[in-house]
């Protein structure tokens, strides 16, 4: 660690990973109530799981941005961190507010409330309060870091990262608007979450993937500069427009069933590109870096995200296609796909390889890290198919065929166990990855000699 | 990377842009000729509409213009007089396509109409929209004067040029 201040990133990692524990956990209840429904459907419905699973997926993936901006800005711009103490009041603030949603979710305290309560959507689901509090954690943080980047070197991958982290918290105004008609409110909610996952969250992806590569495999900057550029511009070249893809059949006008048909299928494009990226650099690099895991998350990250985003997305992006497939299990499959491969891959690849520096025991080899990979993305991948086939089976029998909704649930019960399992997989995953990071003080394995290489 | 970089003319992330723009227009003069082969007569019939001659005039004004940003590039000293009047000529072709539209609208044809009009407005409307971004650039790169910037600005005008060459005989003549 060579700035003091890089340590603000340890406690965003760590809450972001108590976080992640509860996301899968939640998971885990939701896929166990798919093959028992009666379960806890009293005191916790299955609705408030689904919100309380996607919601902290959010929020901790959110926390592992802003941890890893704390952690690479100084070391990009060479100057401390604006004001460490205002970095770990931004956080107080966000985890005060995850709190309350919870509360305000489980318990619905205040109901009708329109400052404390909910406010009965289905998407961007907070009391006003705590929206309100994301804001002004919001300005915090991009006050803190525009500061050090202002002060300090400004490099492409900087640049690109407070663009994405800008556009991130700017388009999270969008979330106030909350009007009576559905249709609006389904426009304007993509425009937070689309933008997001396929706009500014892309730009955030590509340059923490450009600082891992750069420090792992100790490729020129220029080389990854130029990548980084061709990759932000397709992203955005497809993704604001491809937008469209979700306005097939909410009552939007028709002319976007083709704007989102072309621009969406050109999403796969960028995804490809950091996949490509990924390995090139890994490929052409000279540097042996010992942190094994953070380059296996690396390079899996890539992979994994241009299968669950690129093609897993385009498979029924087309509204064609998505008029029979929309809502099914297909679109579960892809939802879990892509946030698994590109942006919780990309969370775990940048803890990975701060972590241990963070922790002043690097080098360190995460062997029990690695293996945590393998369960995840095995479960995933396997989870993903499941739920492929489940999707195909239903769009038949429910879209094609005509039968009922529940009758098909029934005929596809085979794959919500196989689901299930997967499931649990991921779970042991992530627990294993949890405490490969936290617990373990001393190597487990000594690696191959490795005298020569400058551990940065 | 820097060795399949050299022998390209021009920036690197305009030719990026270009493949991006050709790829969409492209994919939509694609599905437009899917859809006239589904439906041959009713395309027919919704083309008479059009008003071709305006749109070869159109034509004749962007090449014109394009050739007008070639000799910016070609002759640094007379760029700012090259280039106003490359700007200009795309200023007309927006005032033609103004009133090709205003006339569709006279009509009551709408997005909705047919098919073939939802690809006319998509594909002419967003054509336009380039030209308007091309005429900014063009004023932009004028005056800043870097031969660097004439040529990127070049560049994507001549990719806006291009796909009105594709989309007038596939939307106005066939």
Known sequence: ?456 | MSTATKGLPGEVLMWVLIFSELAVFGAGLAIFMALRLLDPVGFAEAQLALLPGLAGINTILLITSGFFAAMAVQSPHLARPWLAAAALLGVLFLVIKAYEFQHKAALGISFETHDFFMFYYLLTGFHAAHVVAGIGILVIVGWTKHPAHIETGAQFWHMVDLVWVLLFPVVYLL
Not at chain 1, 75 to 89: C, D, G, N
Not at chain 1, 102 to 111: I, M, R
Not at chain 1, 300 to 315: D, I, P, R, S, Y
């Open chain 1, 1 to 456: 660690m060579k700035y003091e201040t890089q340590k603000i990133a340890l406690v965003y990692f760590v809450v972001a990973m108590a976080l992640f524990a509860v996301q899968v956990l939640g998971g885990l209840l939701a896929g166990w109530i798919y093959v028992s429904p009666n379960t806890l459907s009293e005191l916790l419905p299955f609705n408030i799981v689904r919100m309380l699973h996607t919601n902290s997926l959010i929020v901790w993936l959110l926390l592992g941005f802003m941890g890893a901006a704390y952690f690479i800005l100084p070391e990009e711009s060479e100057q401390e961190i604006h004001s460490p103490t205002l970095a770990y009041v931004q956080l107080a603030i966000l985890v005060l507010g995850t709190l309350g949603v919870v509360v305000t979710y489980v318990f619905n305290l205040f109901e009708g409330n329109i400052f404390l309560g909910k406010e009965g959507r289905e998407f961007l689901e907070q009391p006003m309060w705590v929206k309100i509090g994301i804001v002004v954690a919001a300005l915090i943080f991009l006050y803190n870091v525009t500061m050090t980047s202002l002060k300090g070197r400004k490099t492409t991958i900087t640049n690109i990262l407070l663009l994405g982290l800008w556009g991130l918290a700017l388009l999270f105004l969008f979330a106030f608007y909350n009007p009576a008609n559905l249709s609006l409110d389904k426009q304007y909610w993509w425009y937070v979450v689309h933008l997001w996952v396929e706009g500014v969250w892309e730009l955030i992806m590509a340059s923490i993937l450009a600082f891992l590569m750069l420090k792992l495999t100790g490729v020129d900057r220029e080389v990854v500069e130029k990548w980084l550029y061709i990759i932000v511009a397709t992203a955005l070249f497809s993704g604001i427009l491809g937008t469209g893809h979700h306005y097939y059949w909410i009552g939007t006008p028709p002319y976007w069933q083709w704007i989102g048909s072309i621009f969406s299928s050109l999403e796969v494009i960028p995804f490809f590109g950091m996949m490509a990226f990924a390995f090139v650099m890994v490929w052409k690099g000279r540097r042996d870096h010992p942190n094994k895991a953070a380059l296996l998350w690396a390079l899996g990250c890539a992979t994994l995200a241009f299968f669950g985003a690129g093609v897993w997305g385009f498979l029924h992006t087309l509204h064609g296609v998505n008029y029979y497939t929309h809502g099914t299990q297909i679109t579960a499959a892809h939802g879990h796909l892509a946030f698994f491969g590109a942006y919780v891959s990309l969370n775990l690849a940048i803890f990975s390889y701060a972590m241990p520096i963070l922790r002043g025991r690097d080098p360190y080899n995460q062997v029990l890290n690695m293996a945590s990979f393998w369960l995840m993305a095995g479960g995933m991948t396997f989870m993903t198919f499941v739920l492929t086939f489940a999707g195909t089976v239903q769009t038949h029998l429910q879209r094609v065929q005509g039968d009922y909704f529940m009758d098909v649930q029934d005929q596809i019960a085979v794959f919500y166990w196989m689901r299930f399992g997967a499931g649990v997989i991921v779970v042991l995953g992530a627990l294993l990855f949890i405490y490969a990071i936290l617990v373990p003080r001393r190597e487990i394995i000594t690696s191959g000699p490795d005298s020569t290489v400058a551990a940065e």
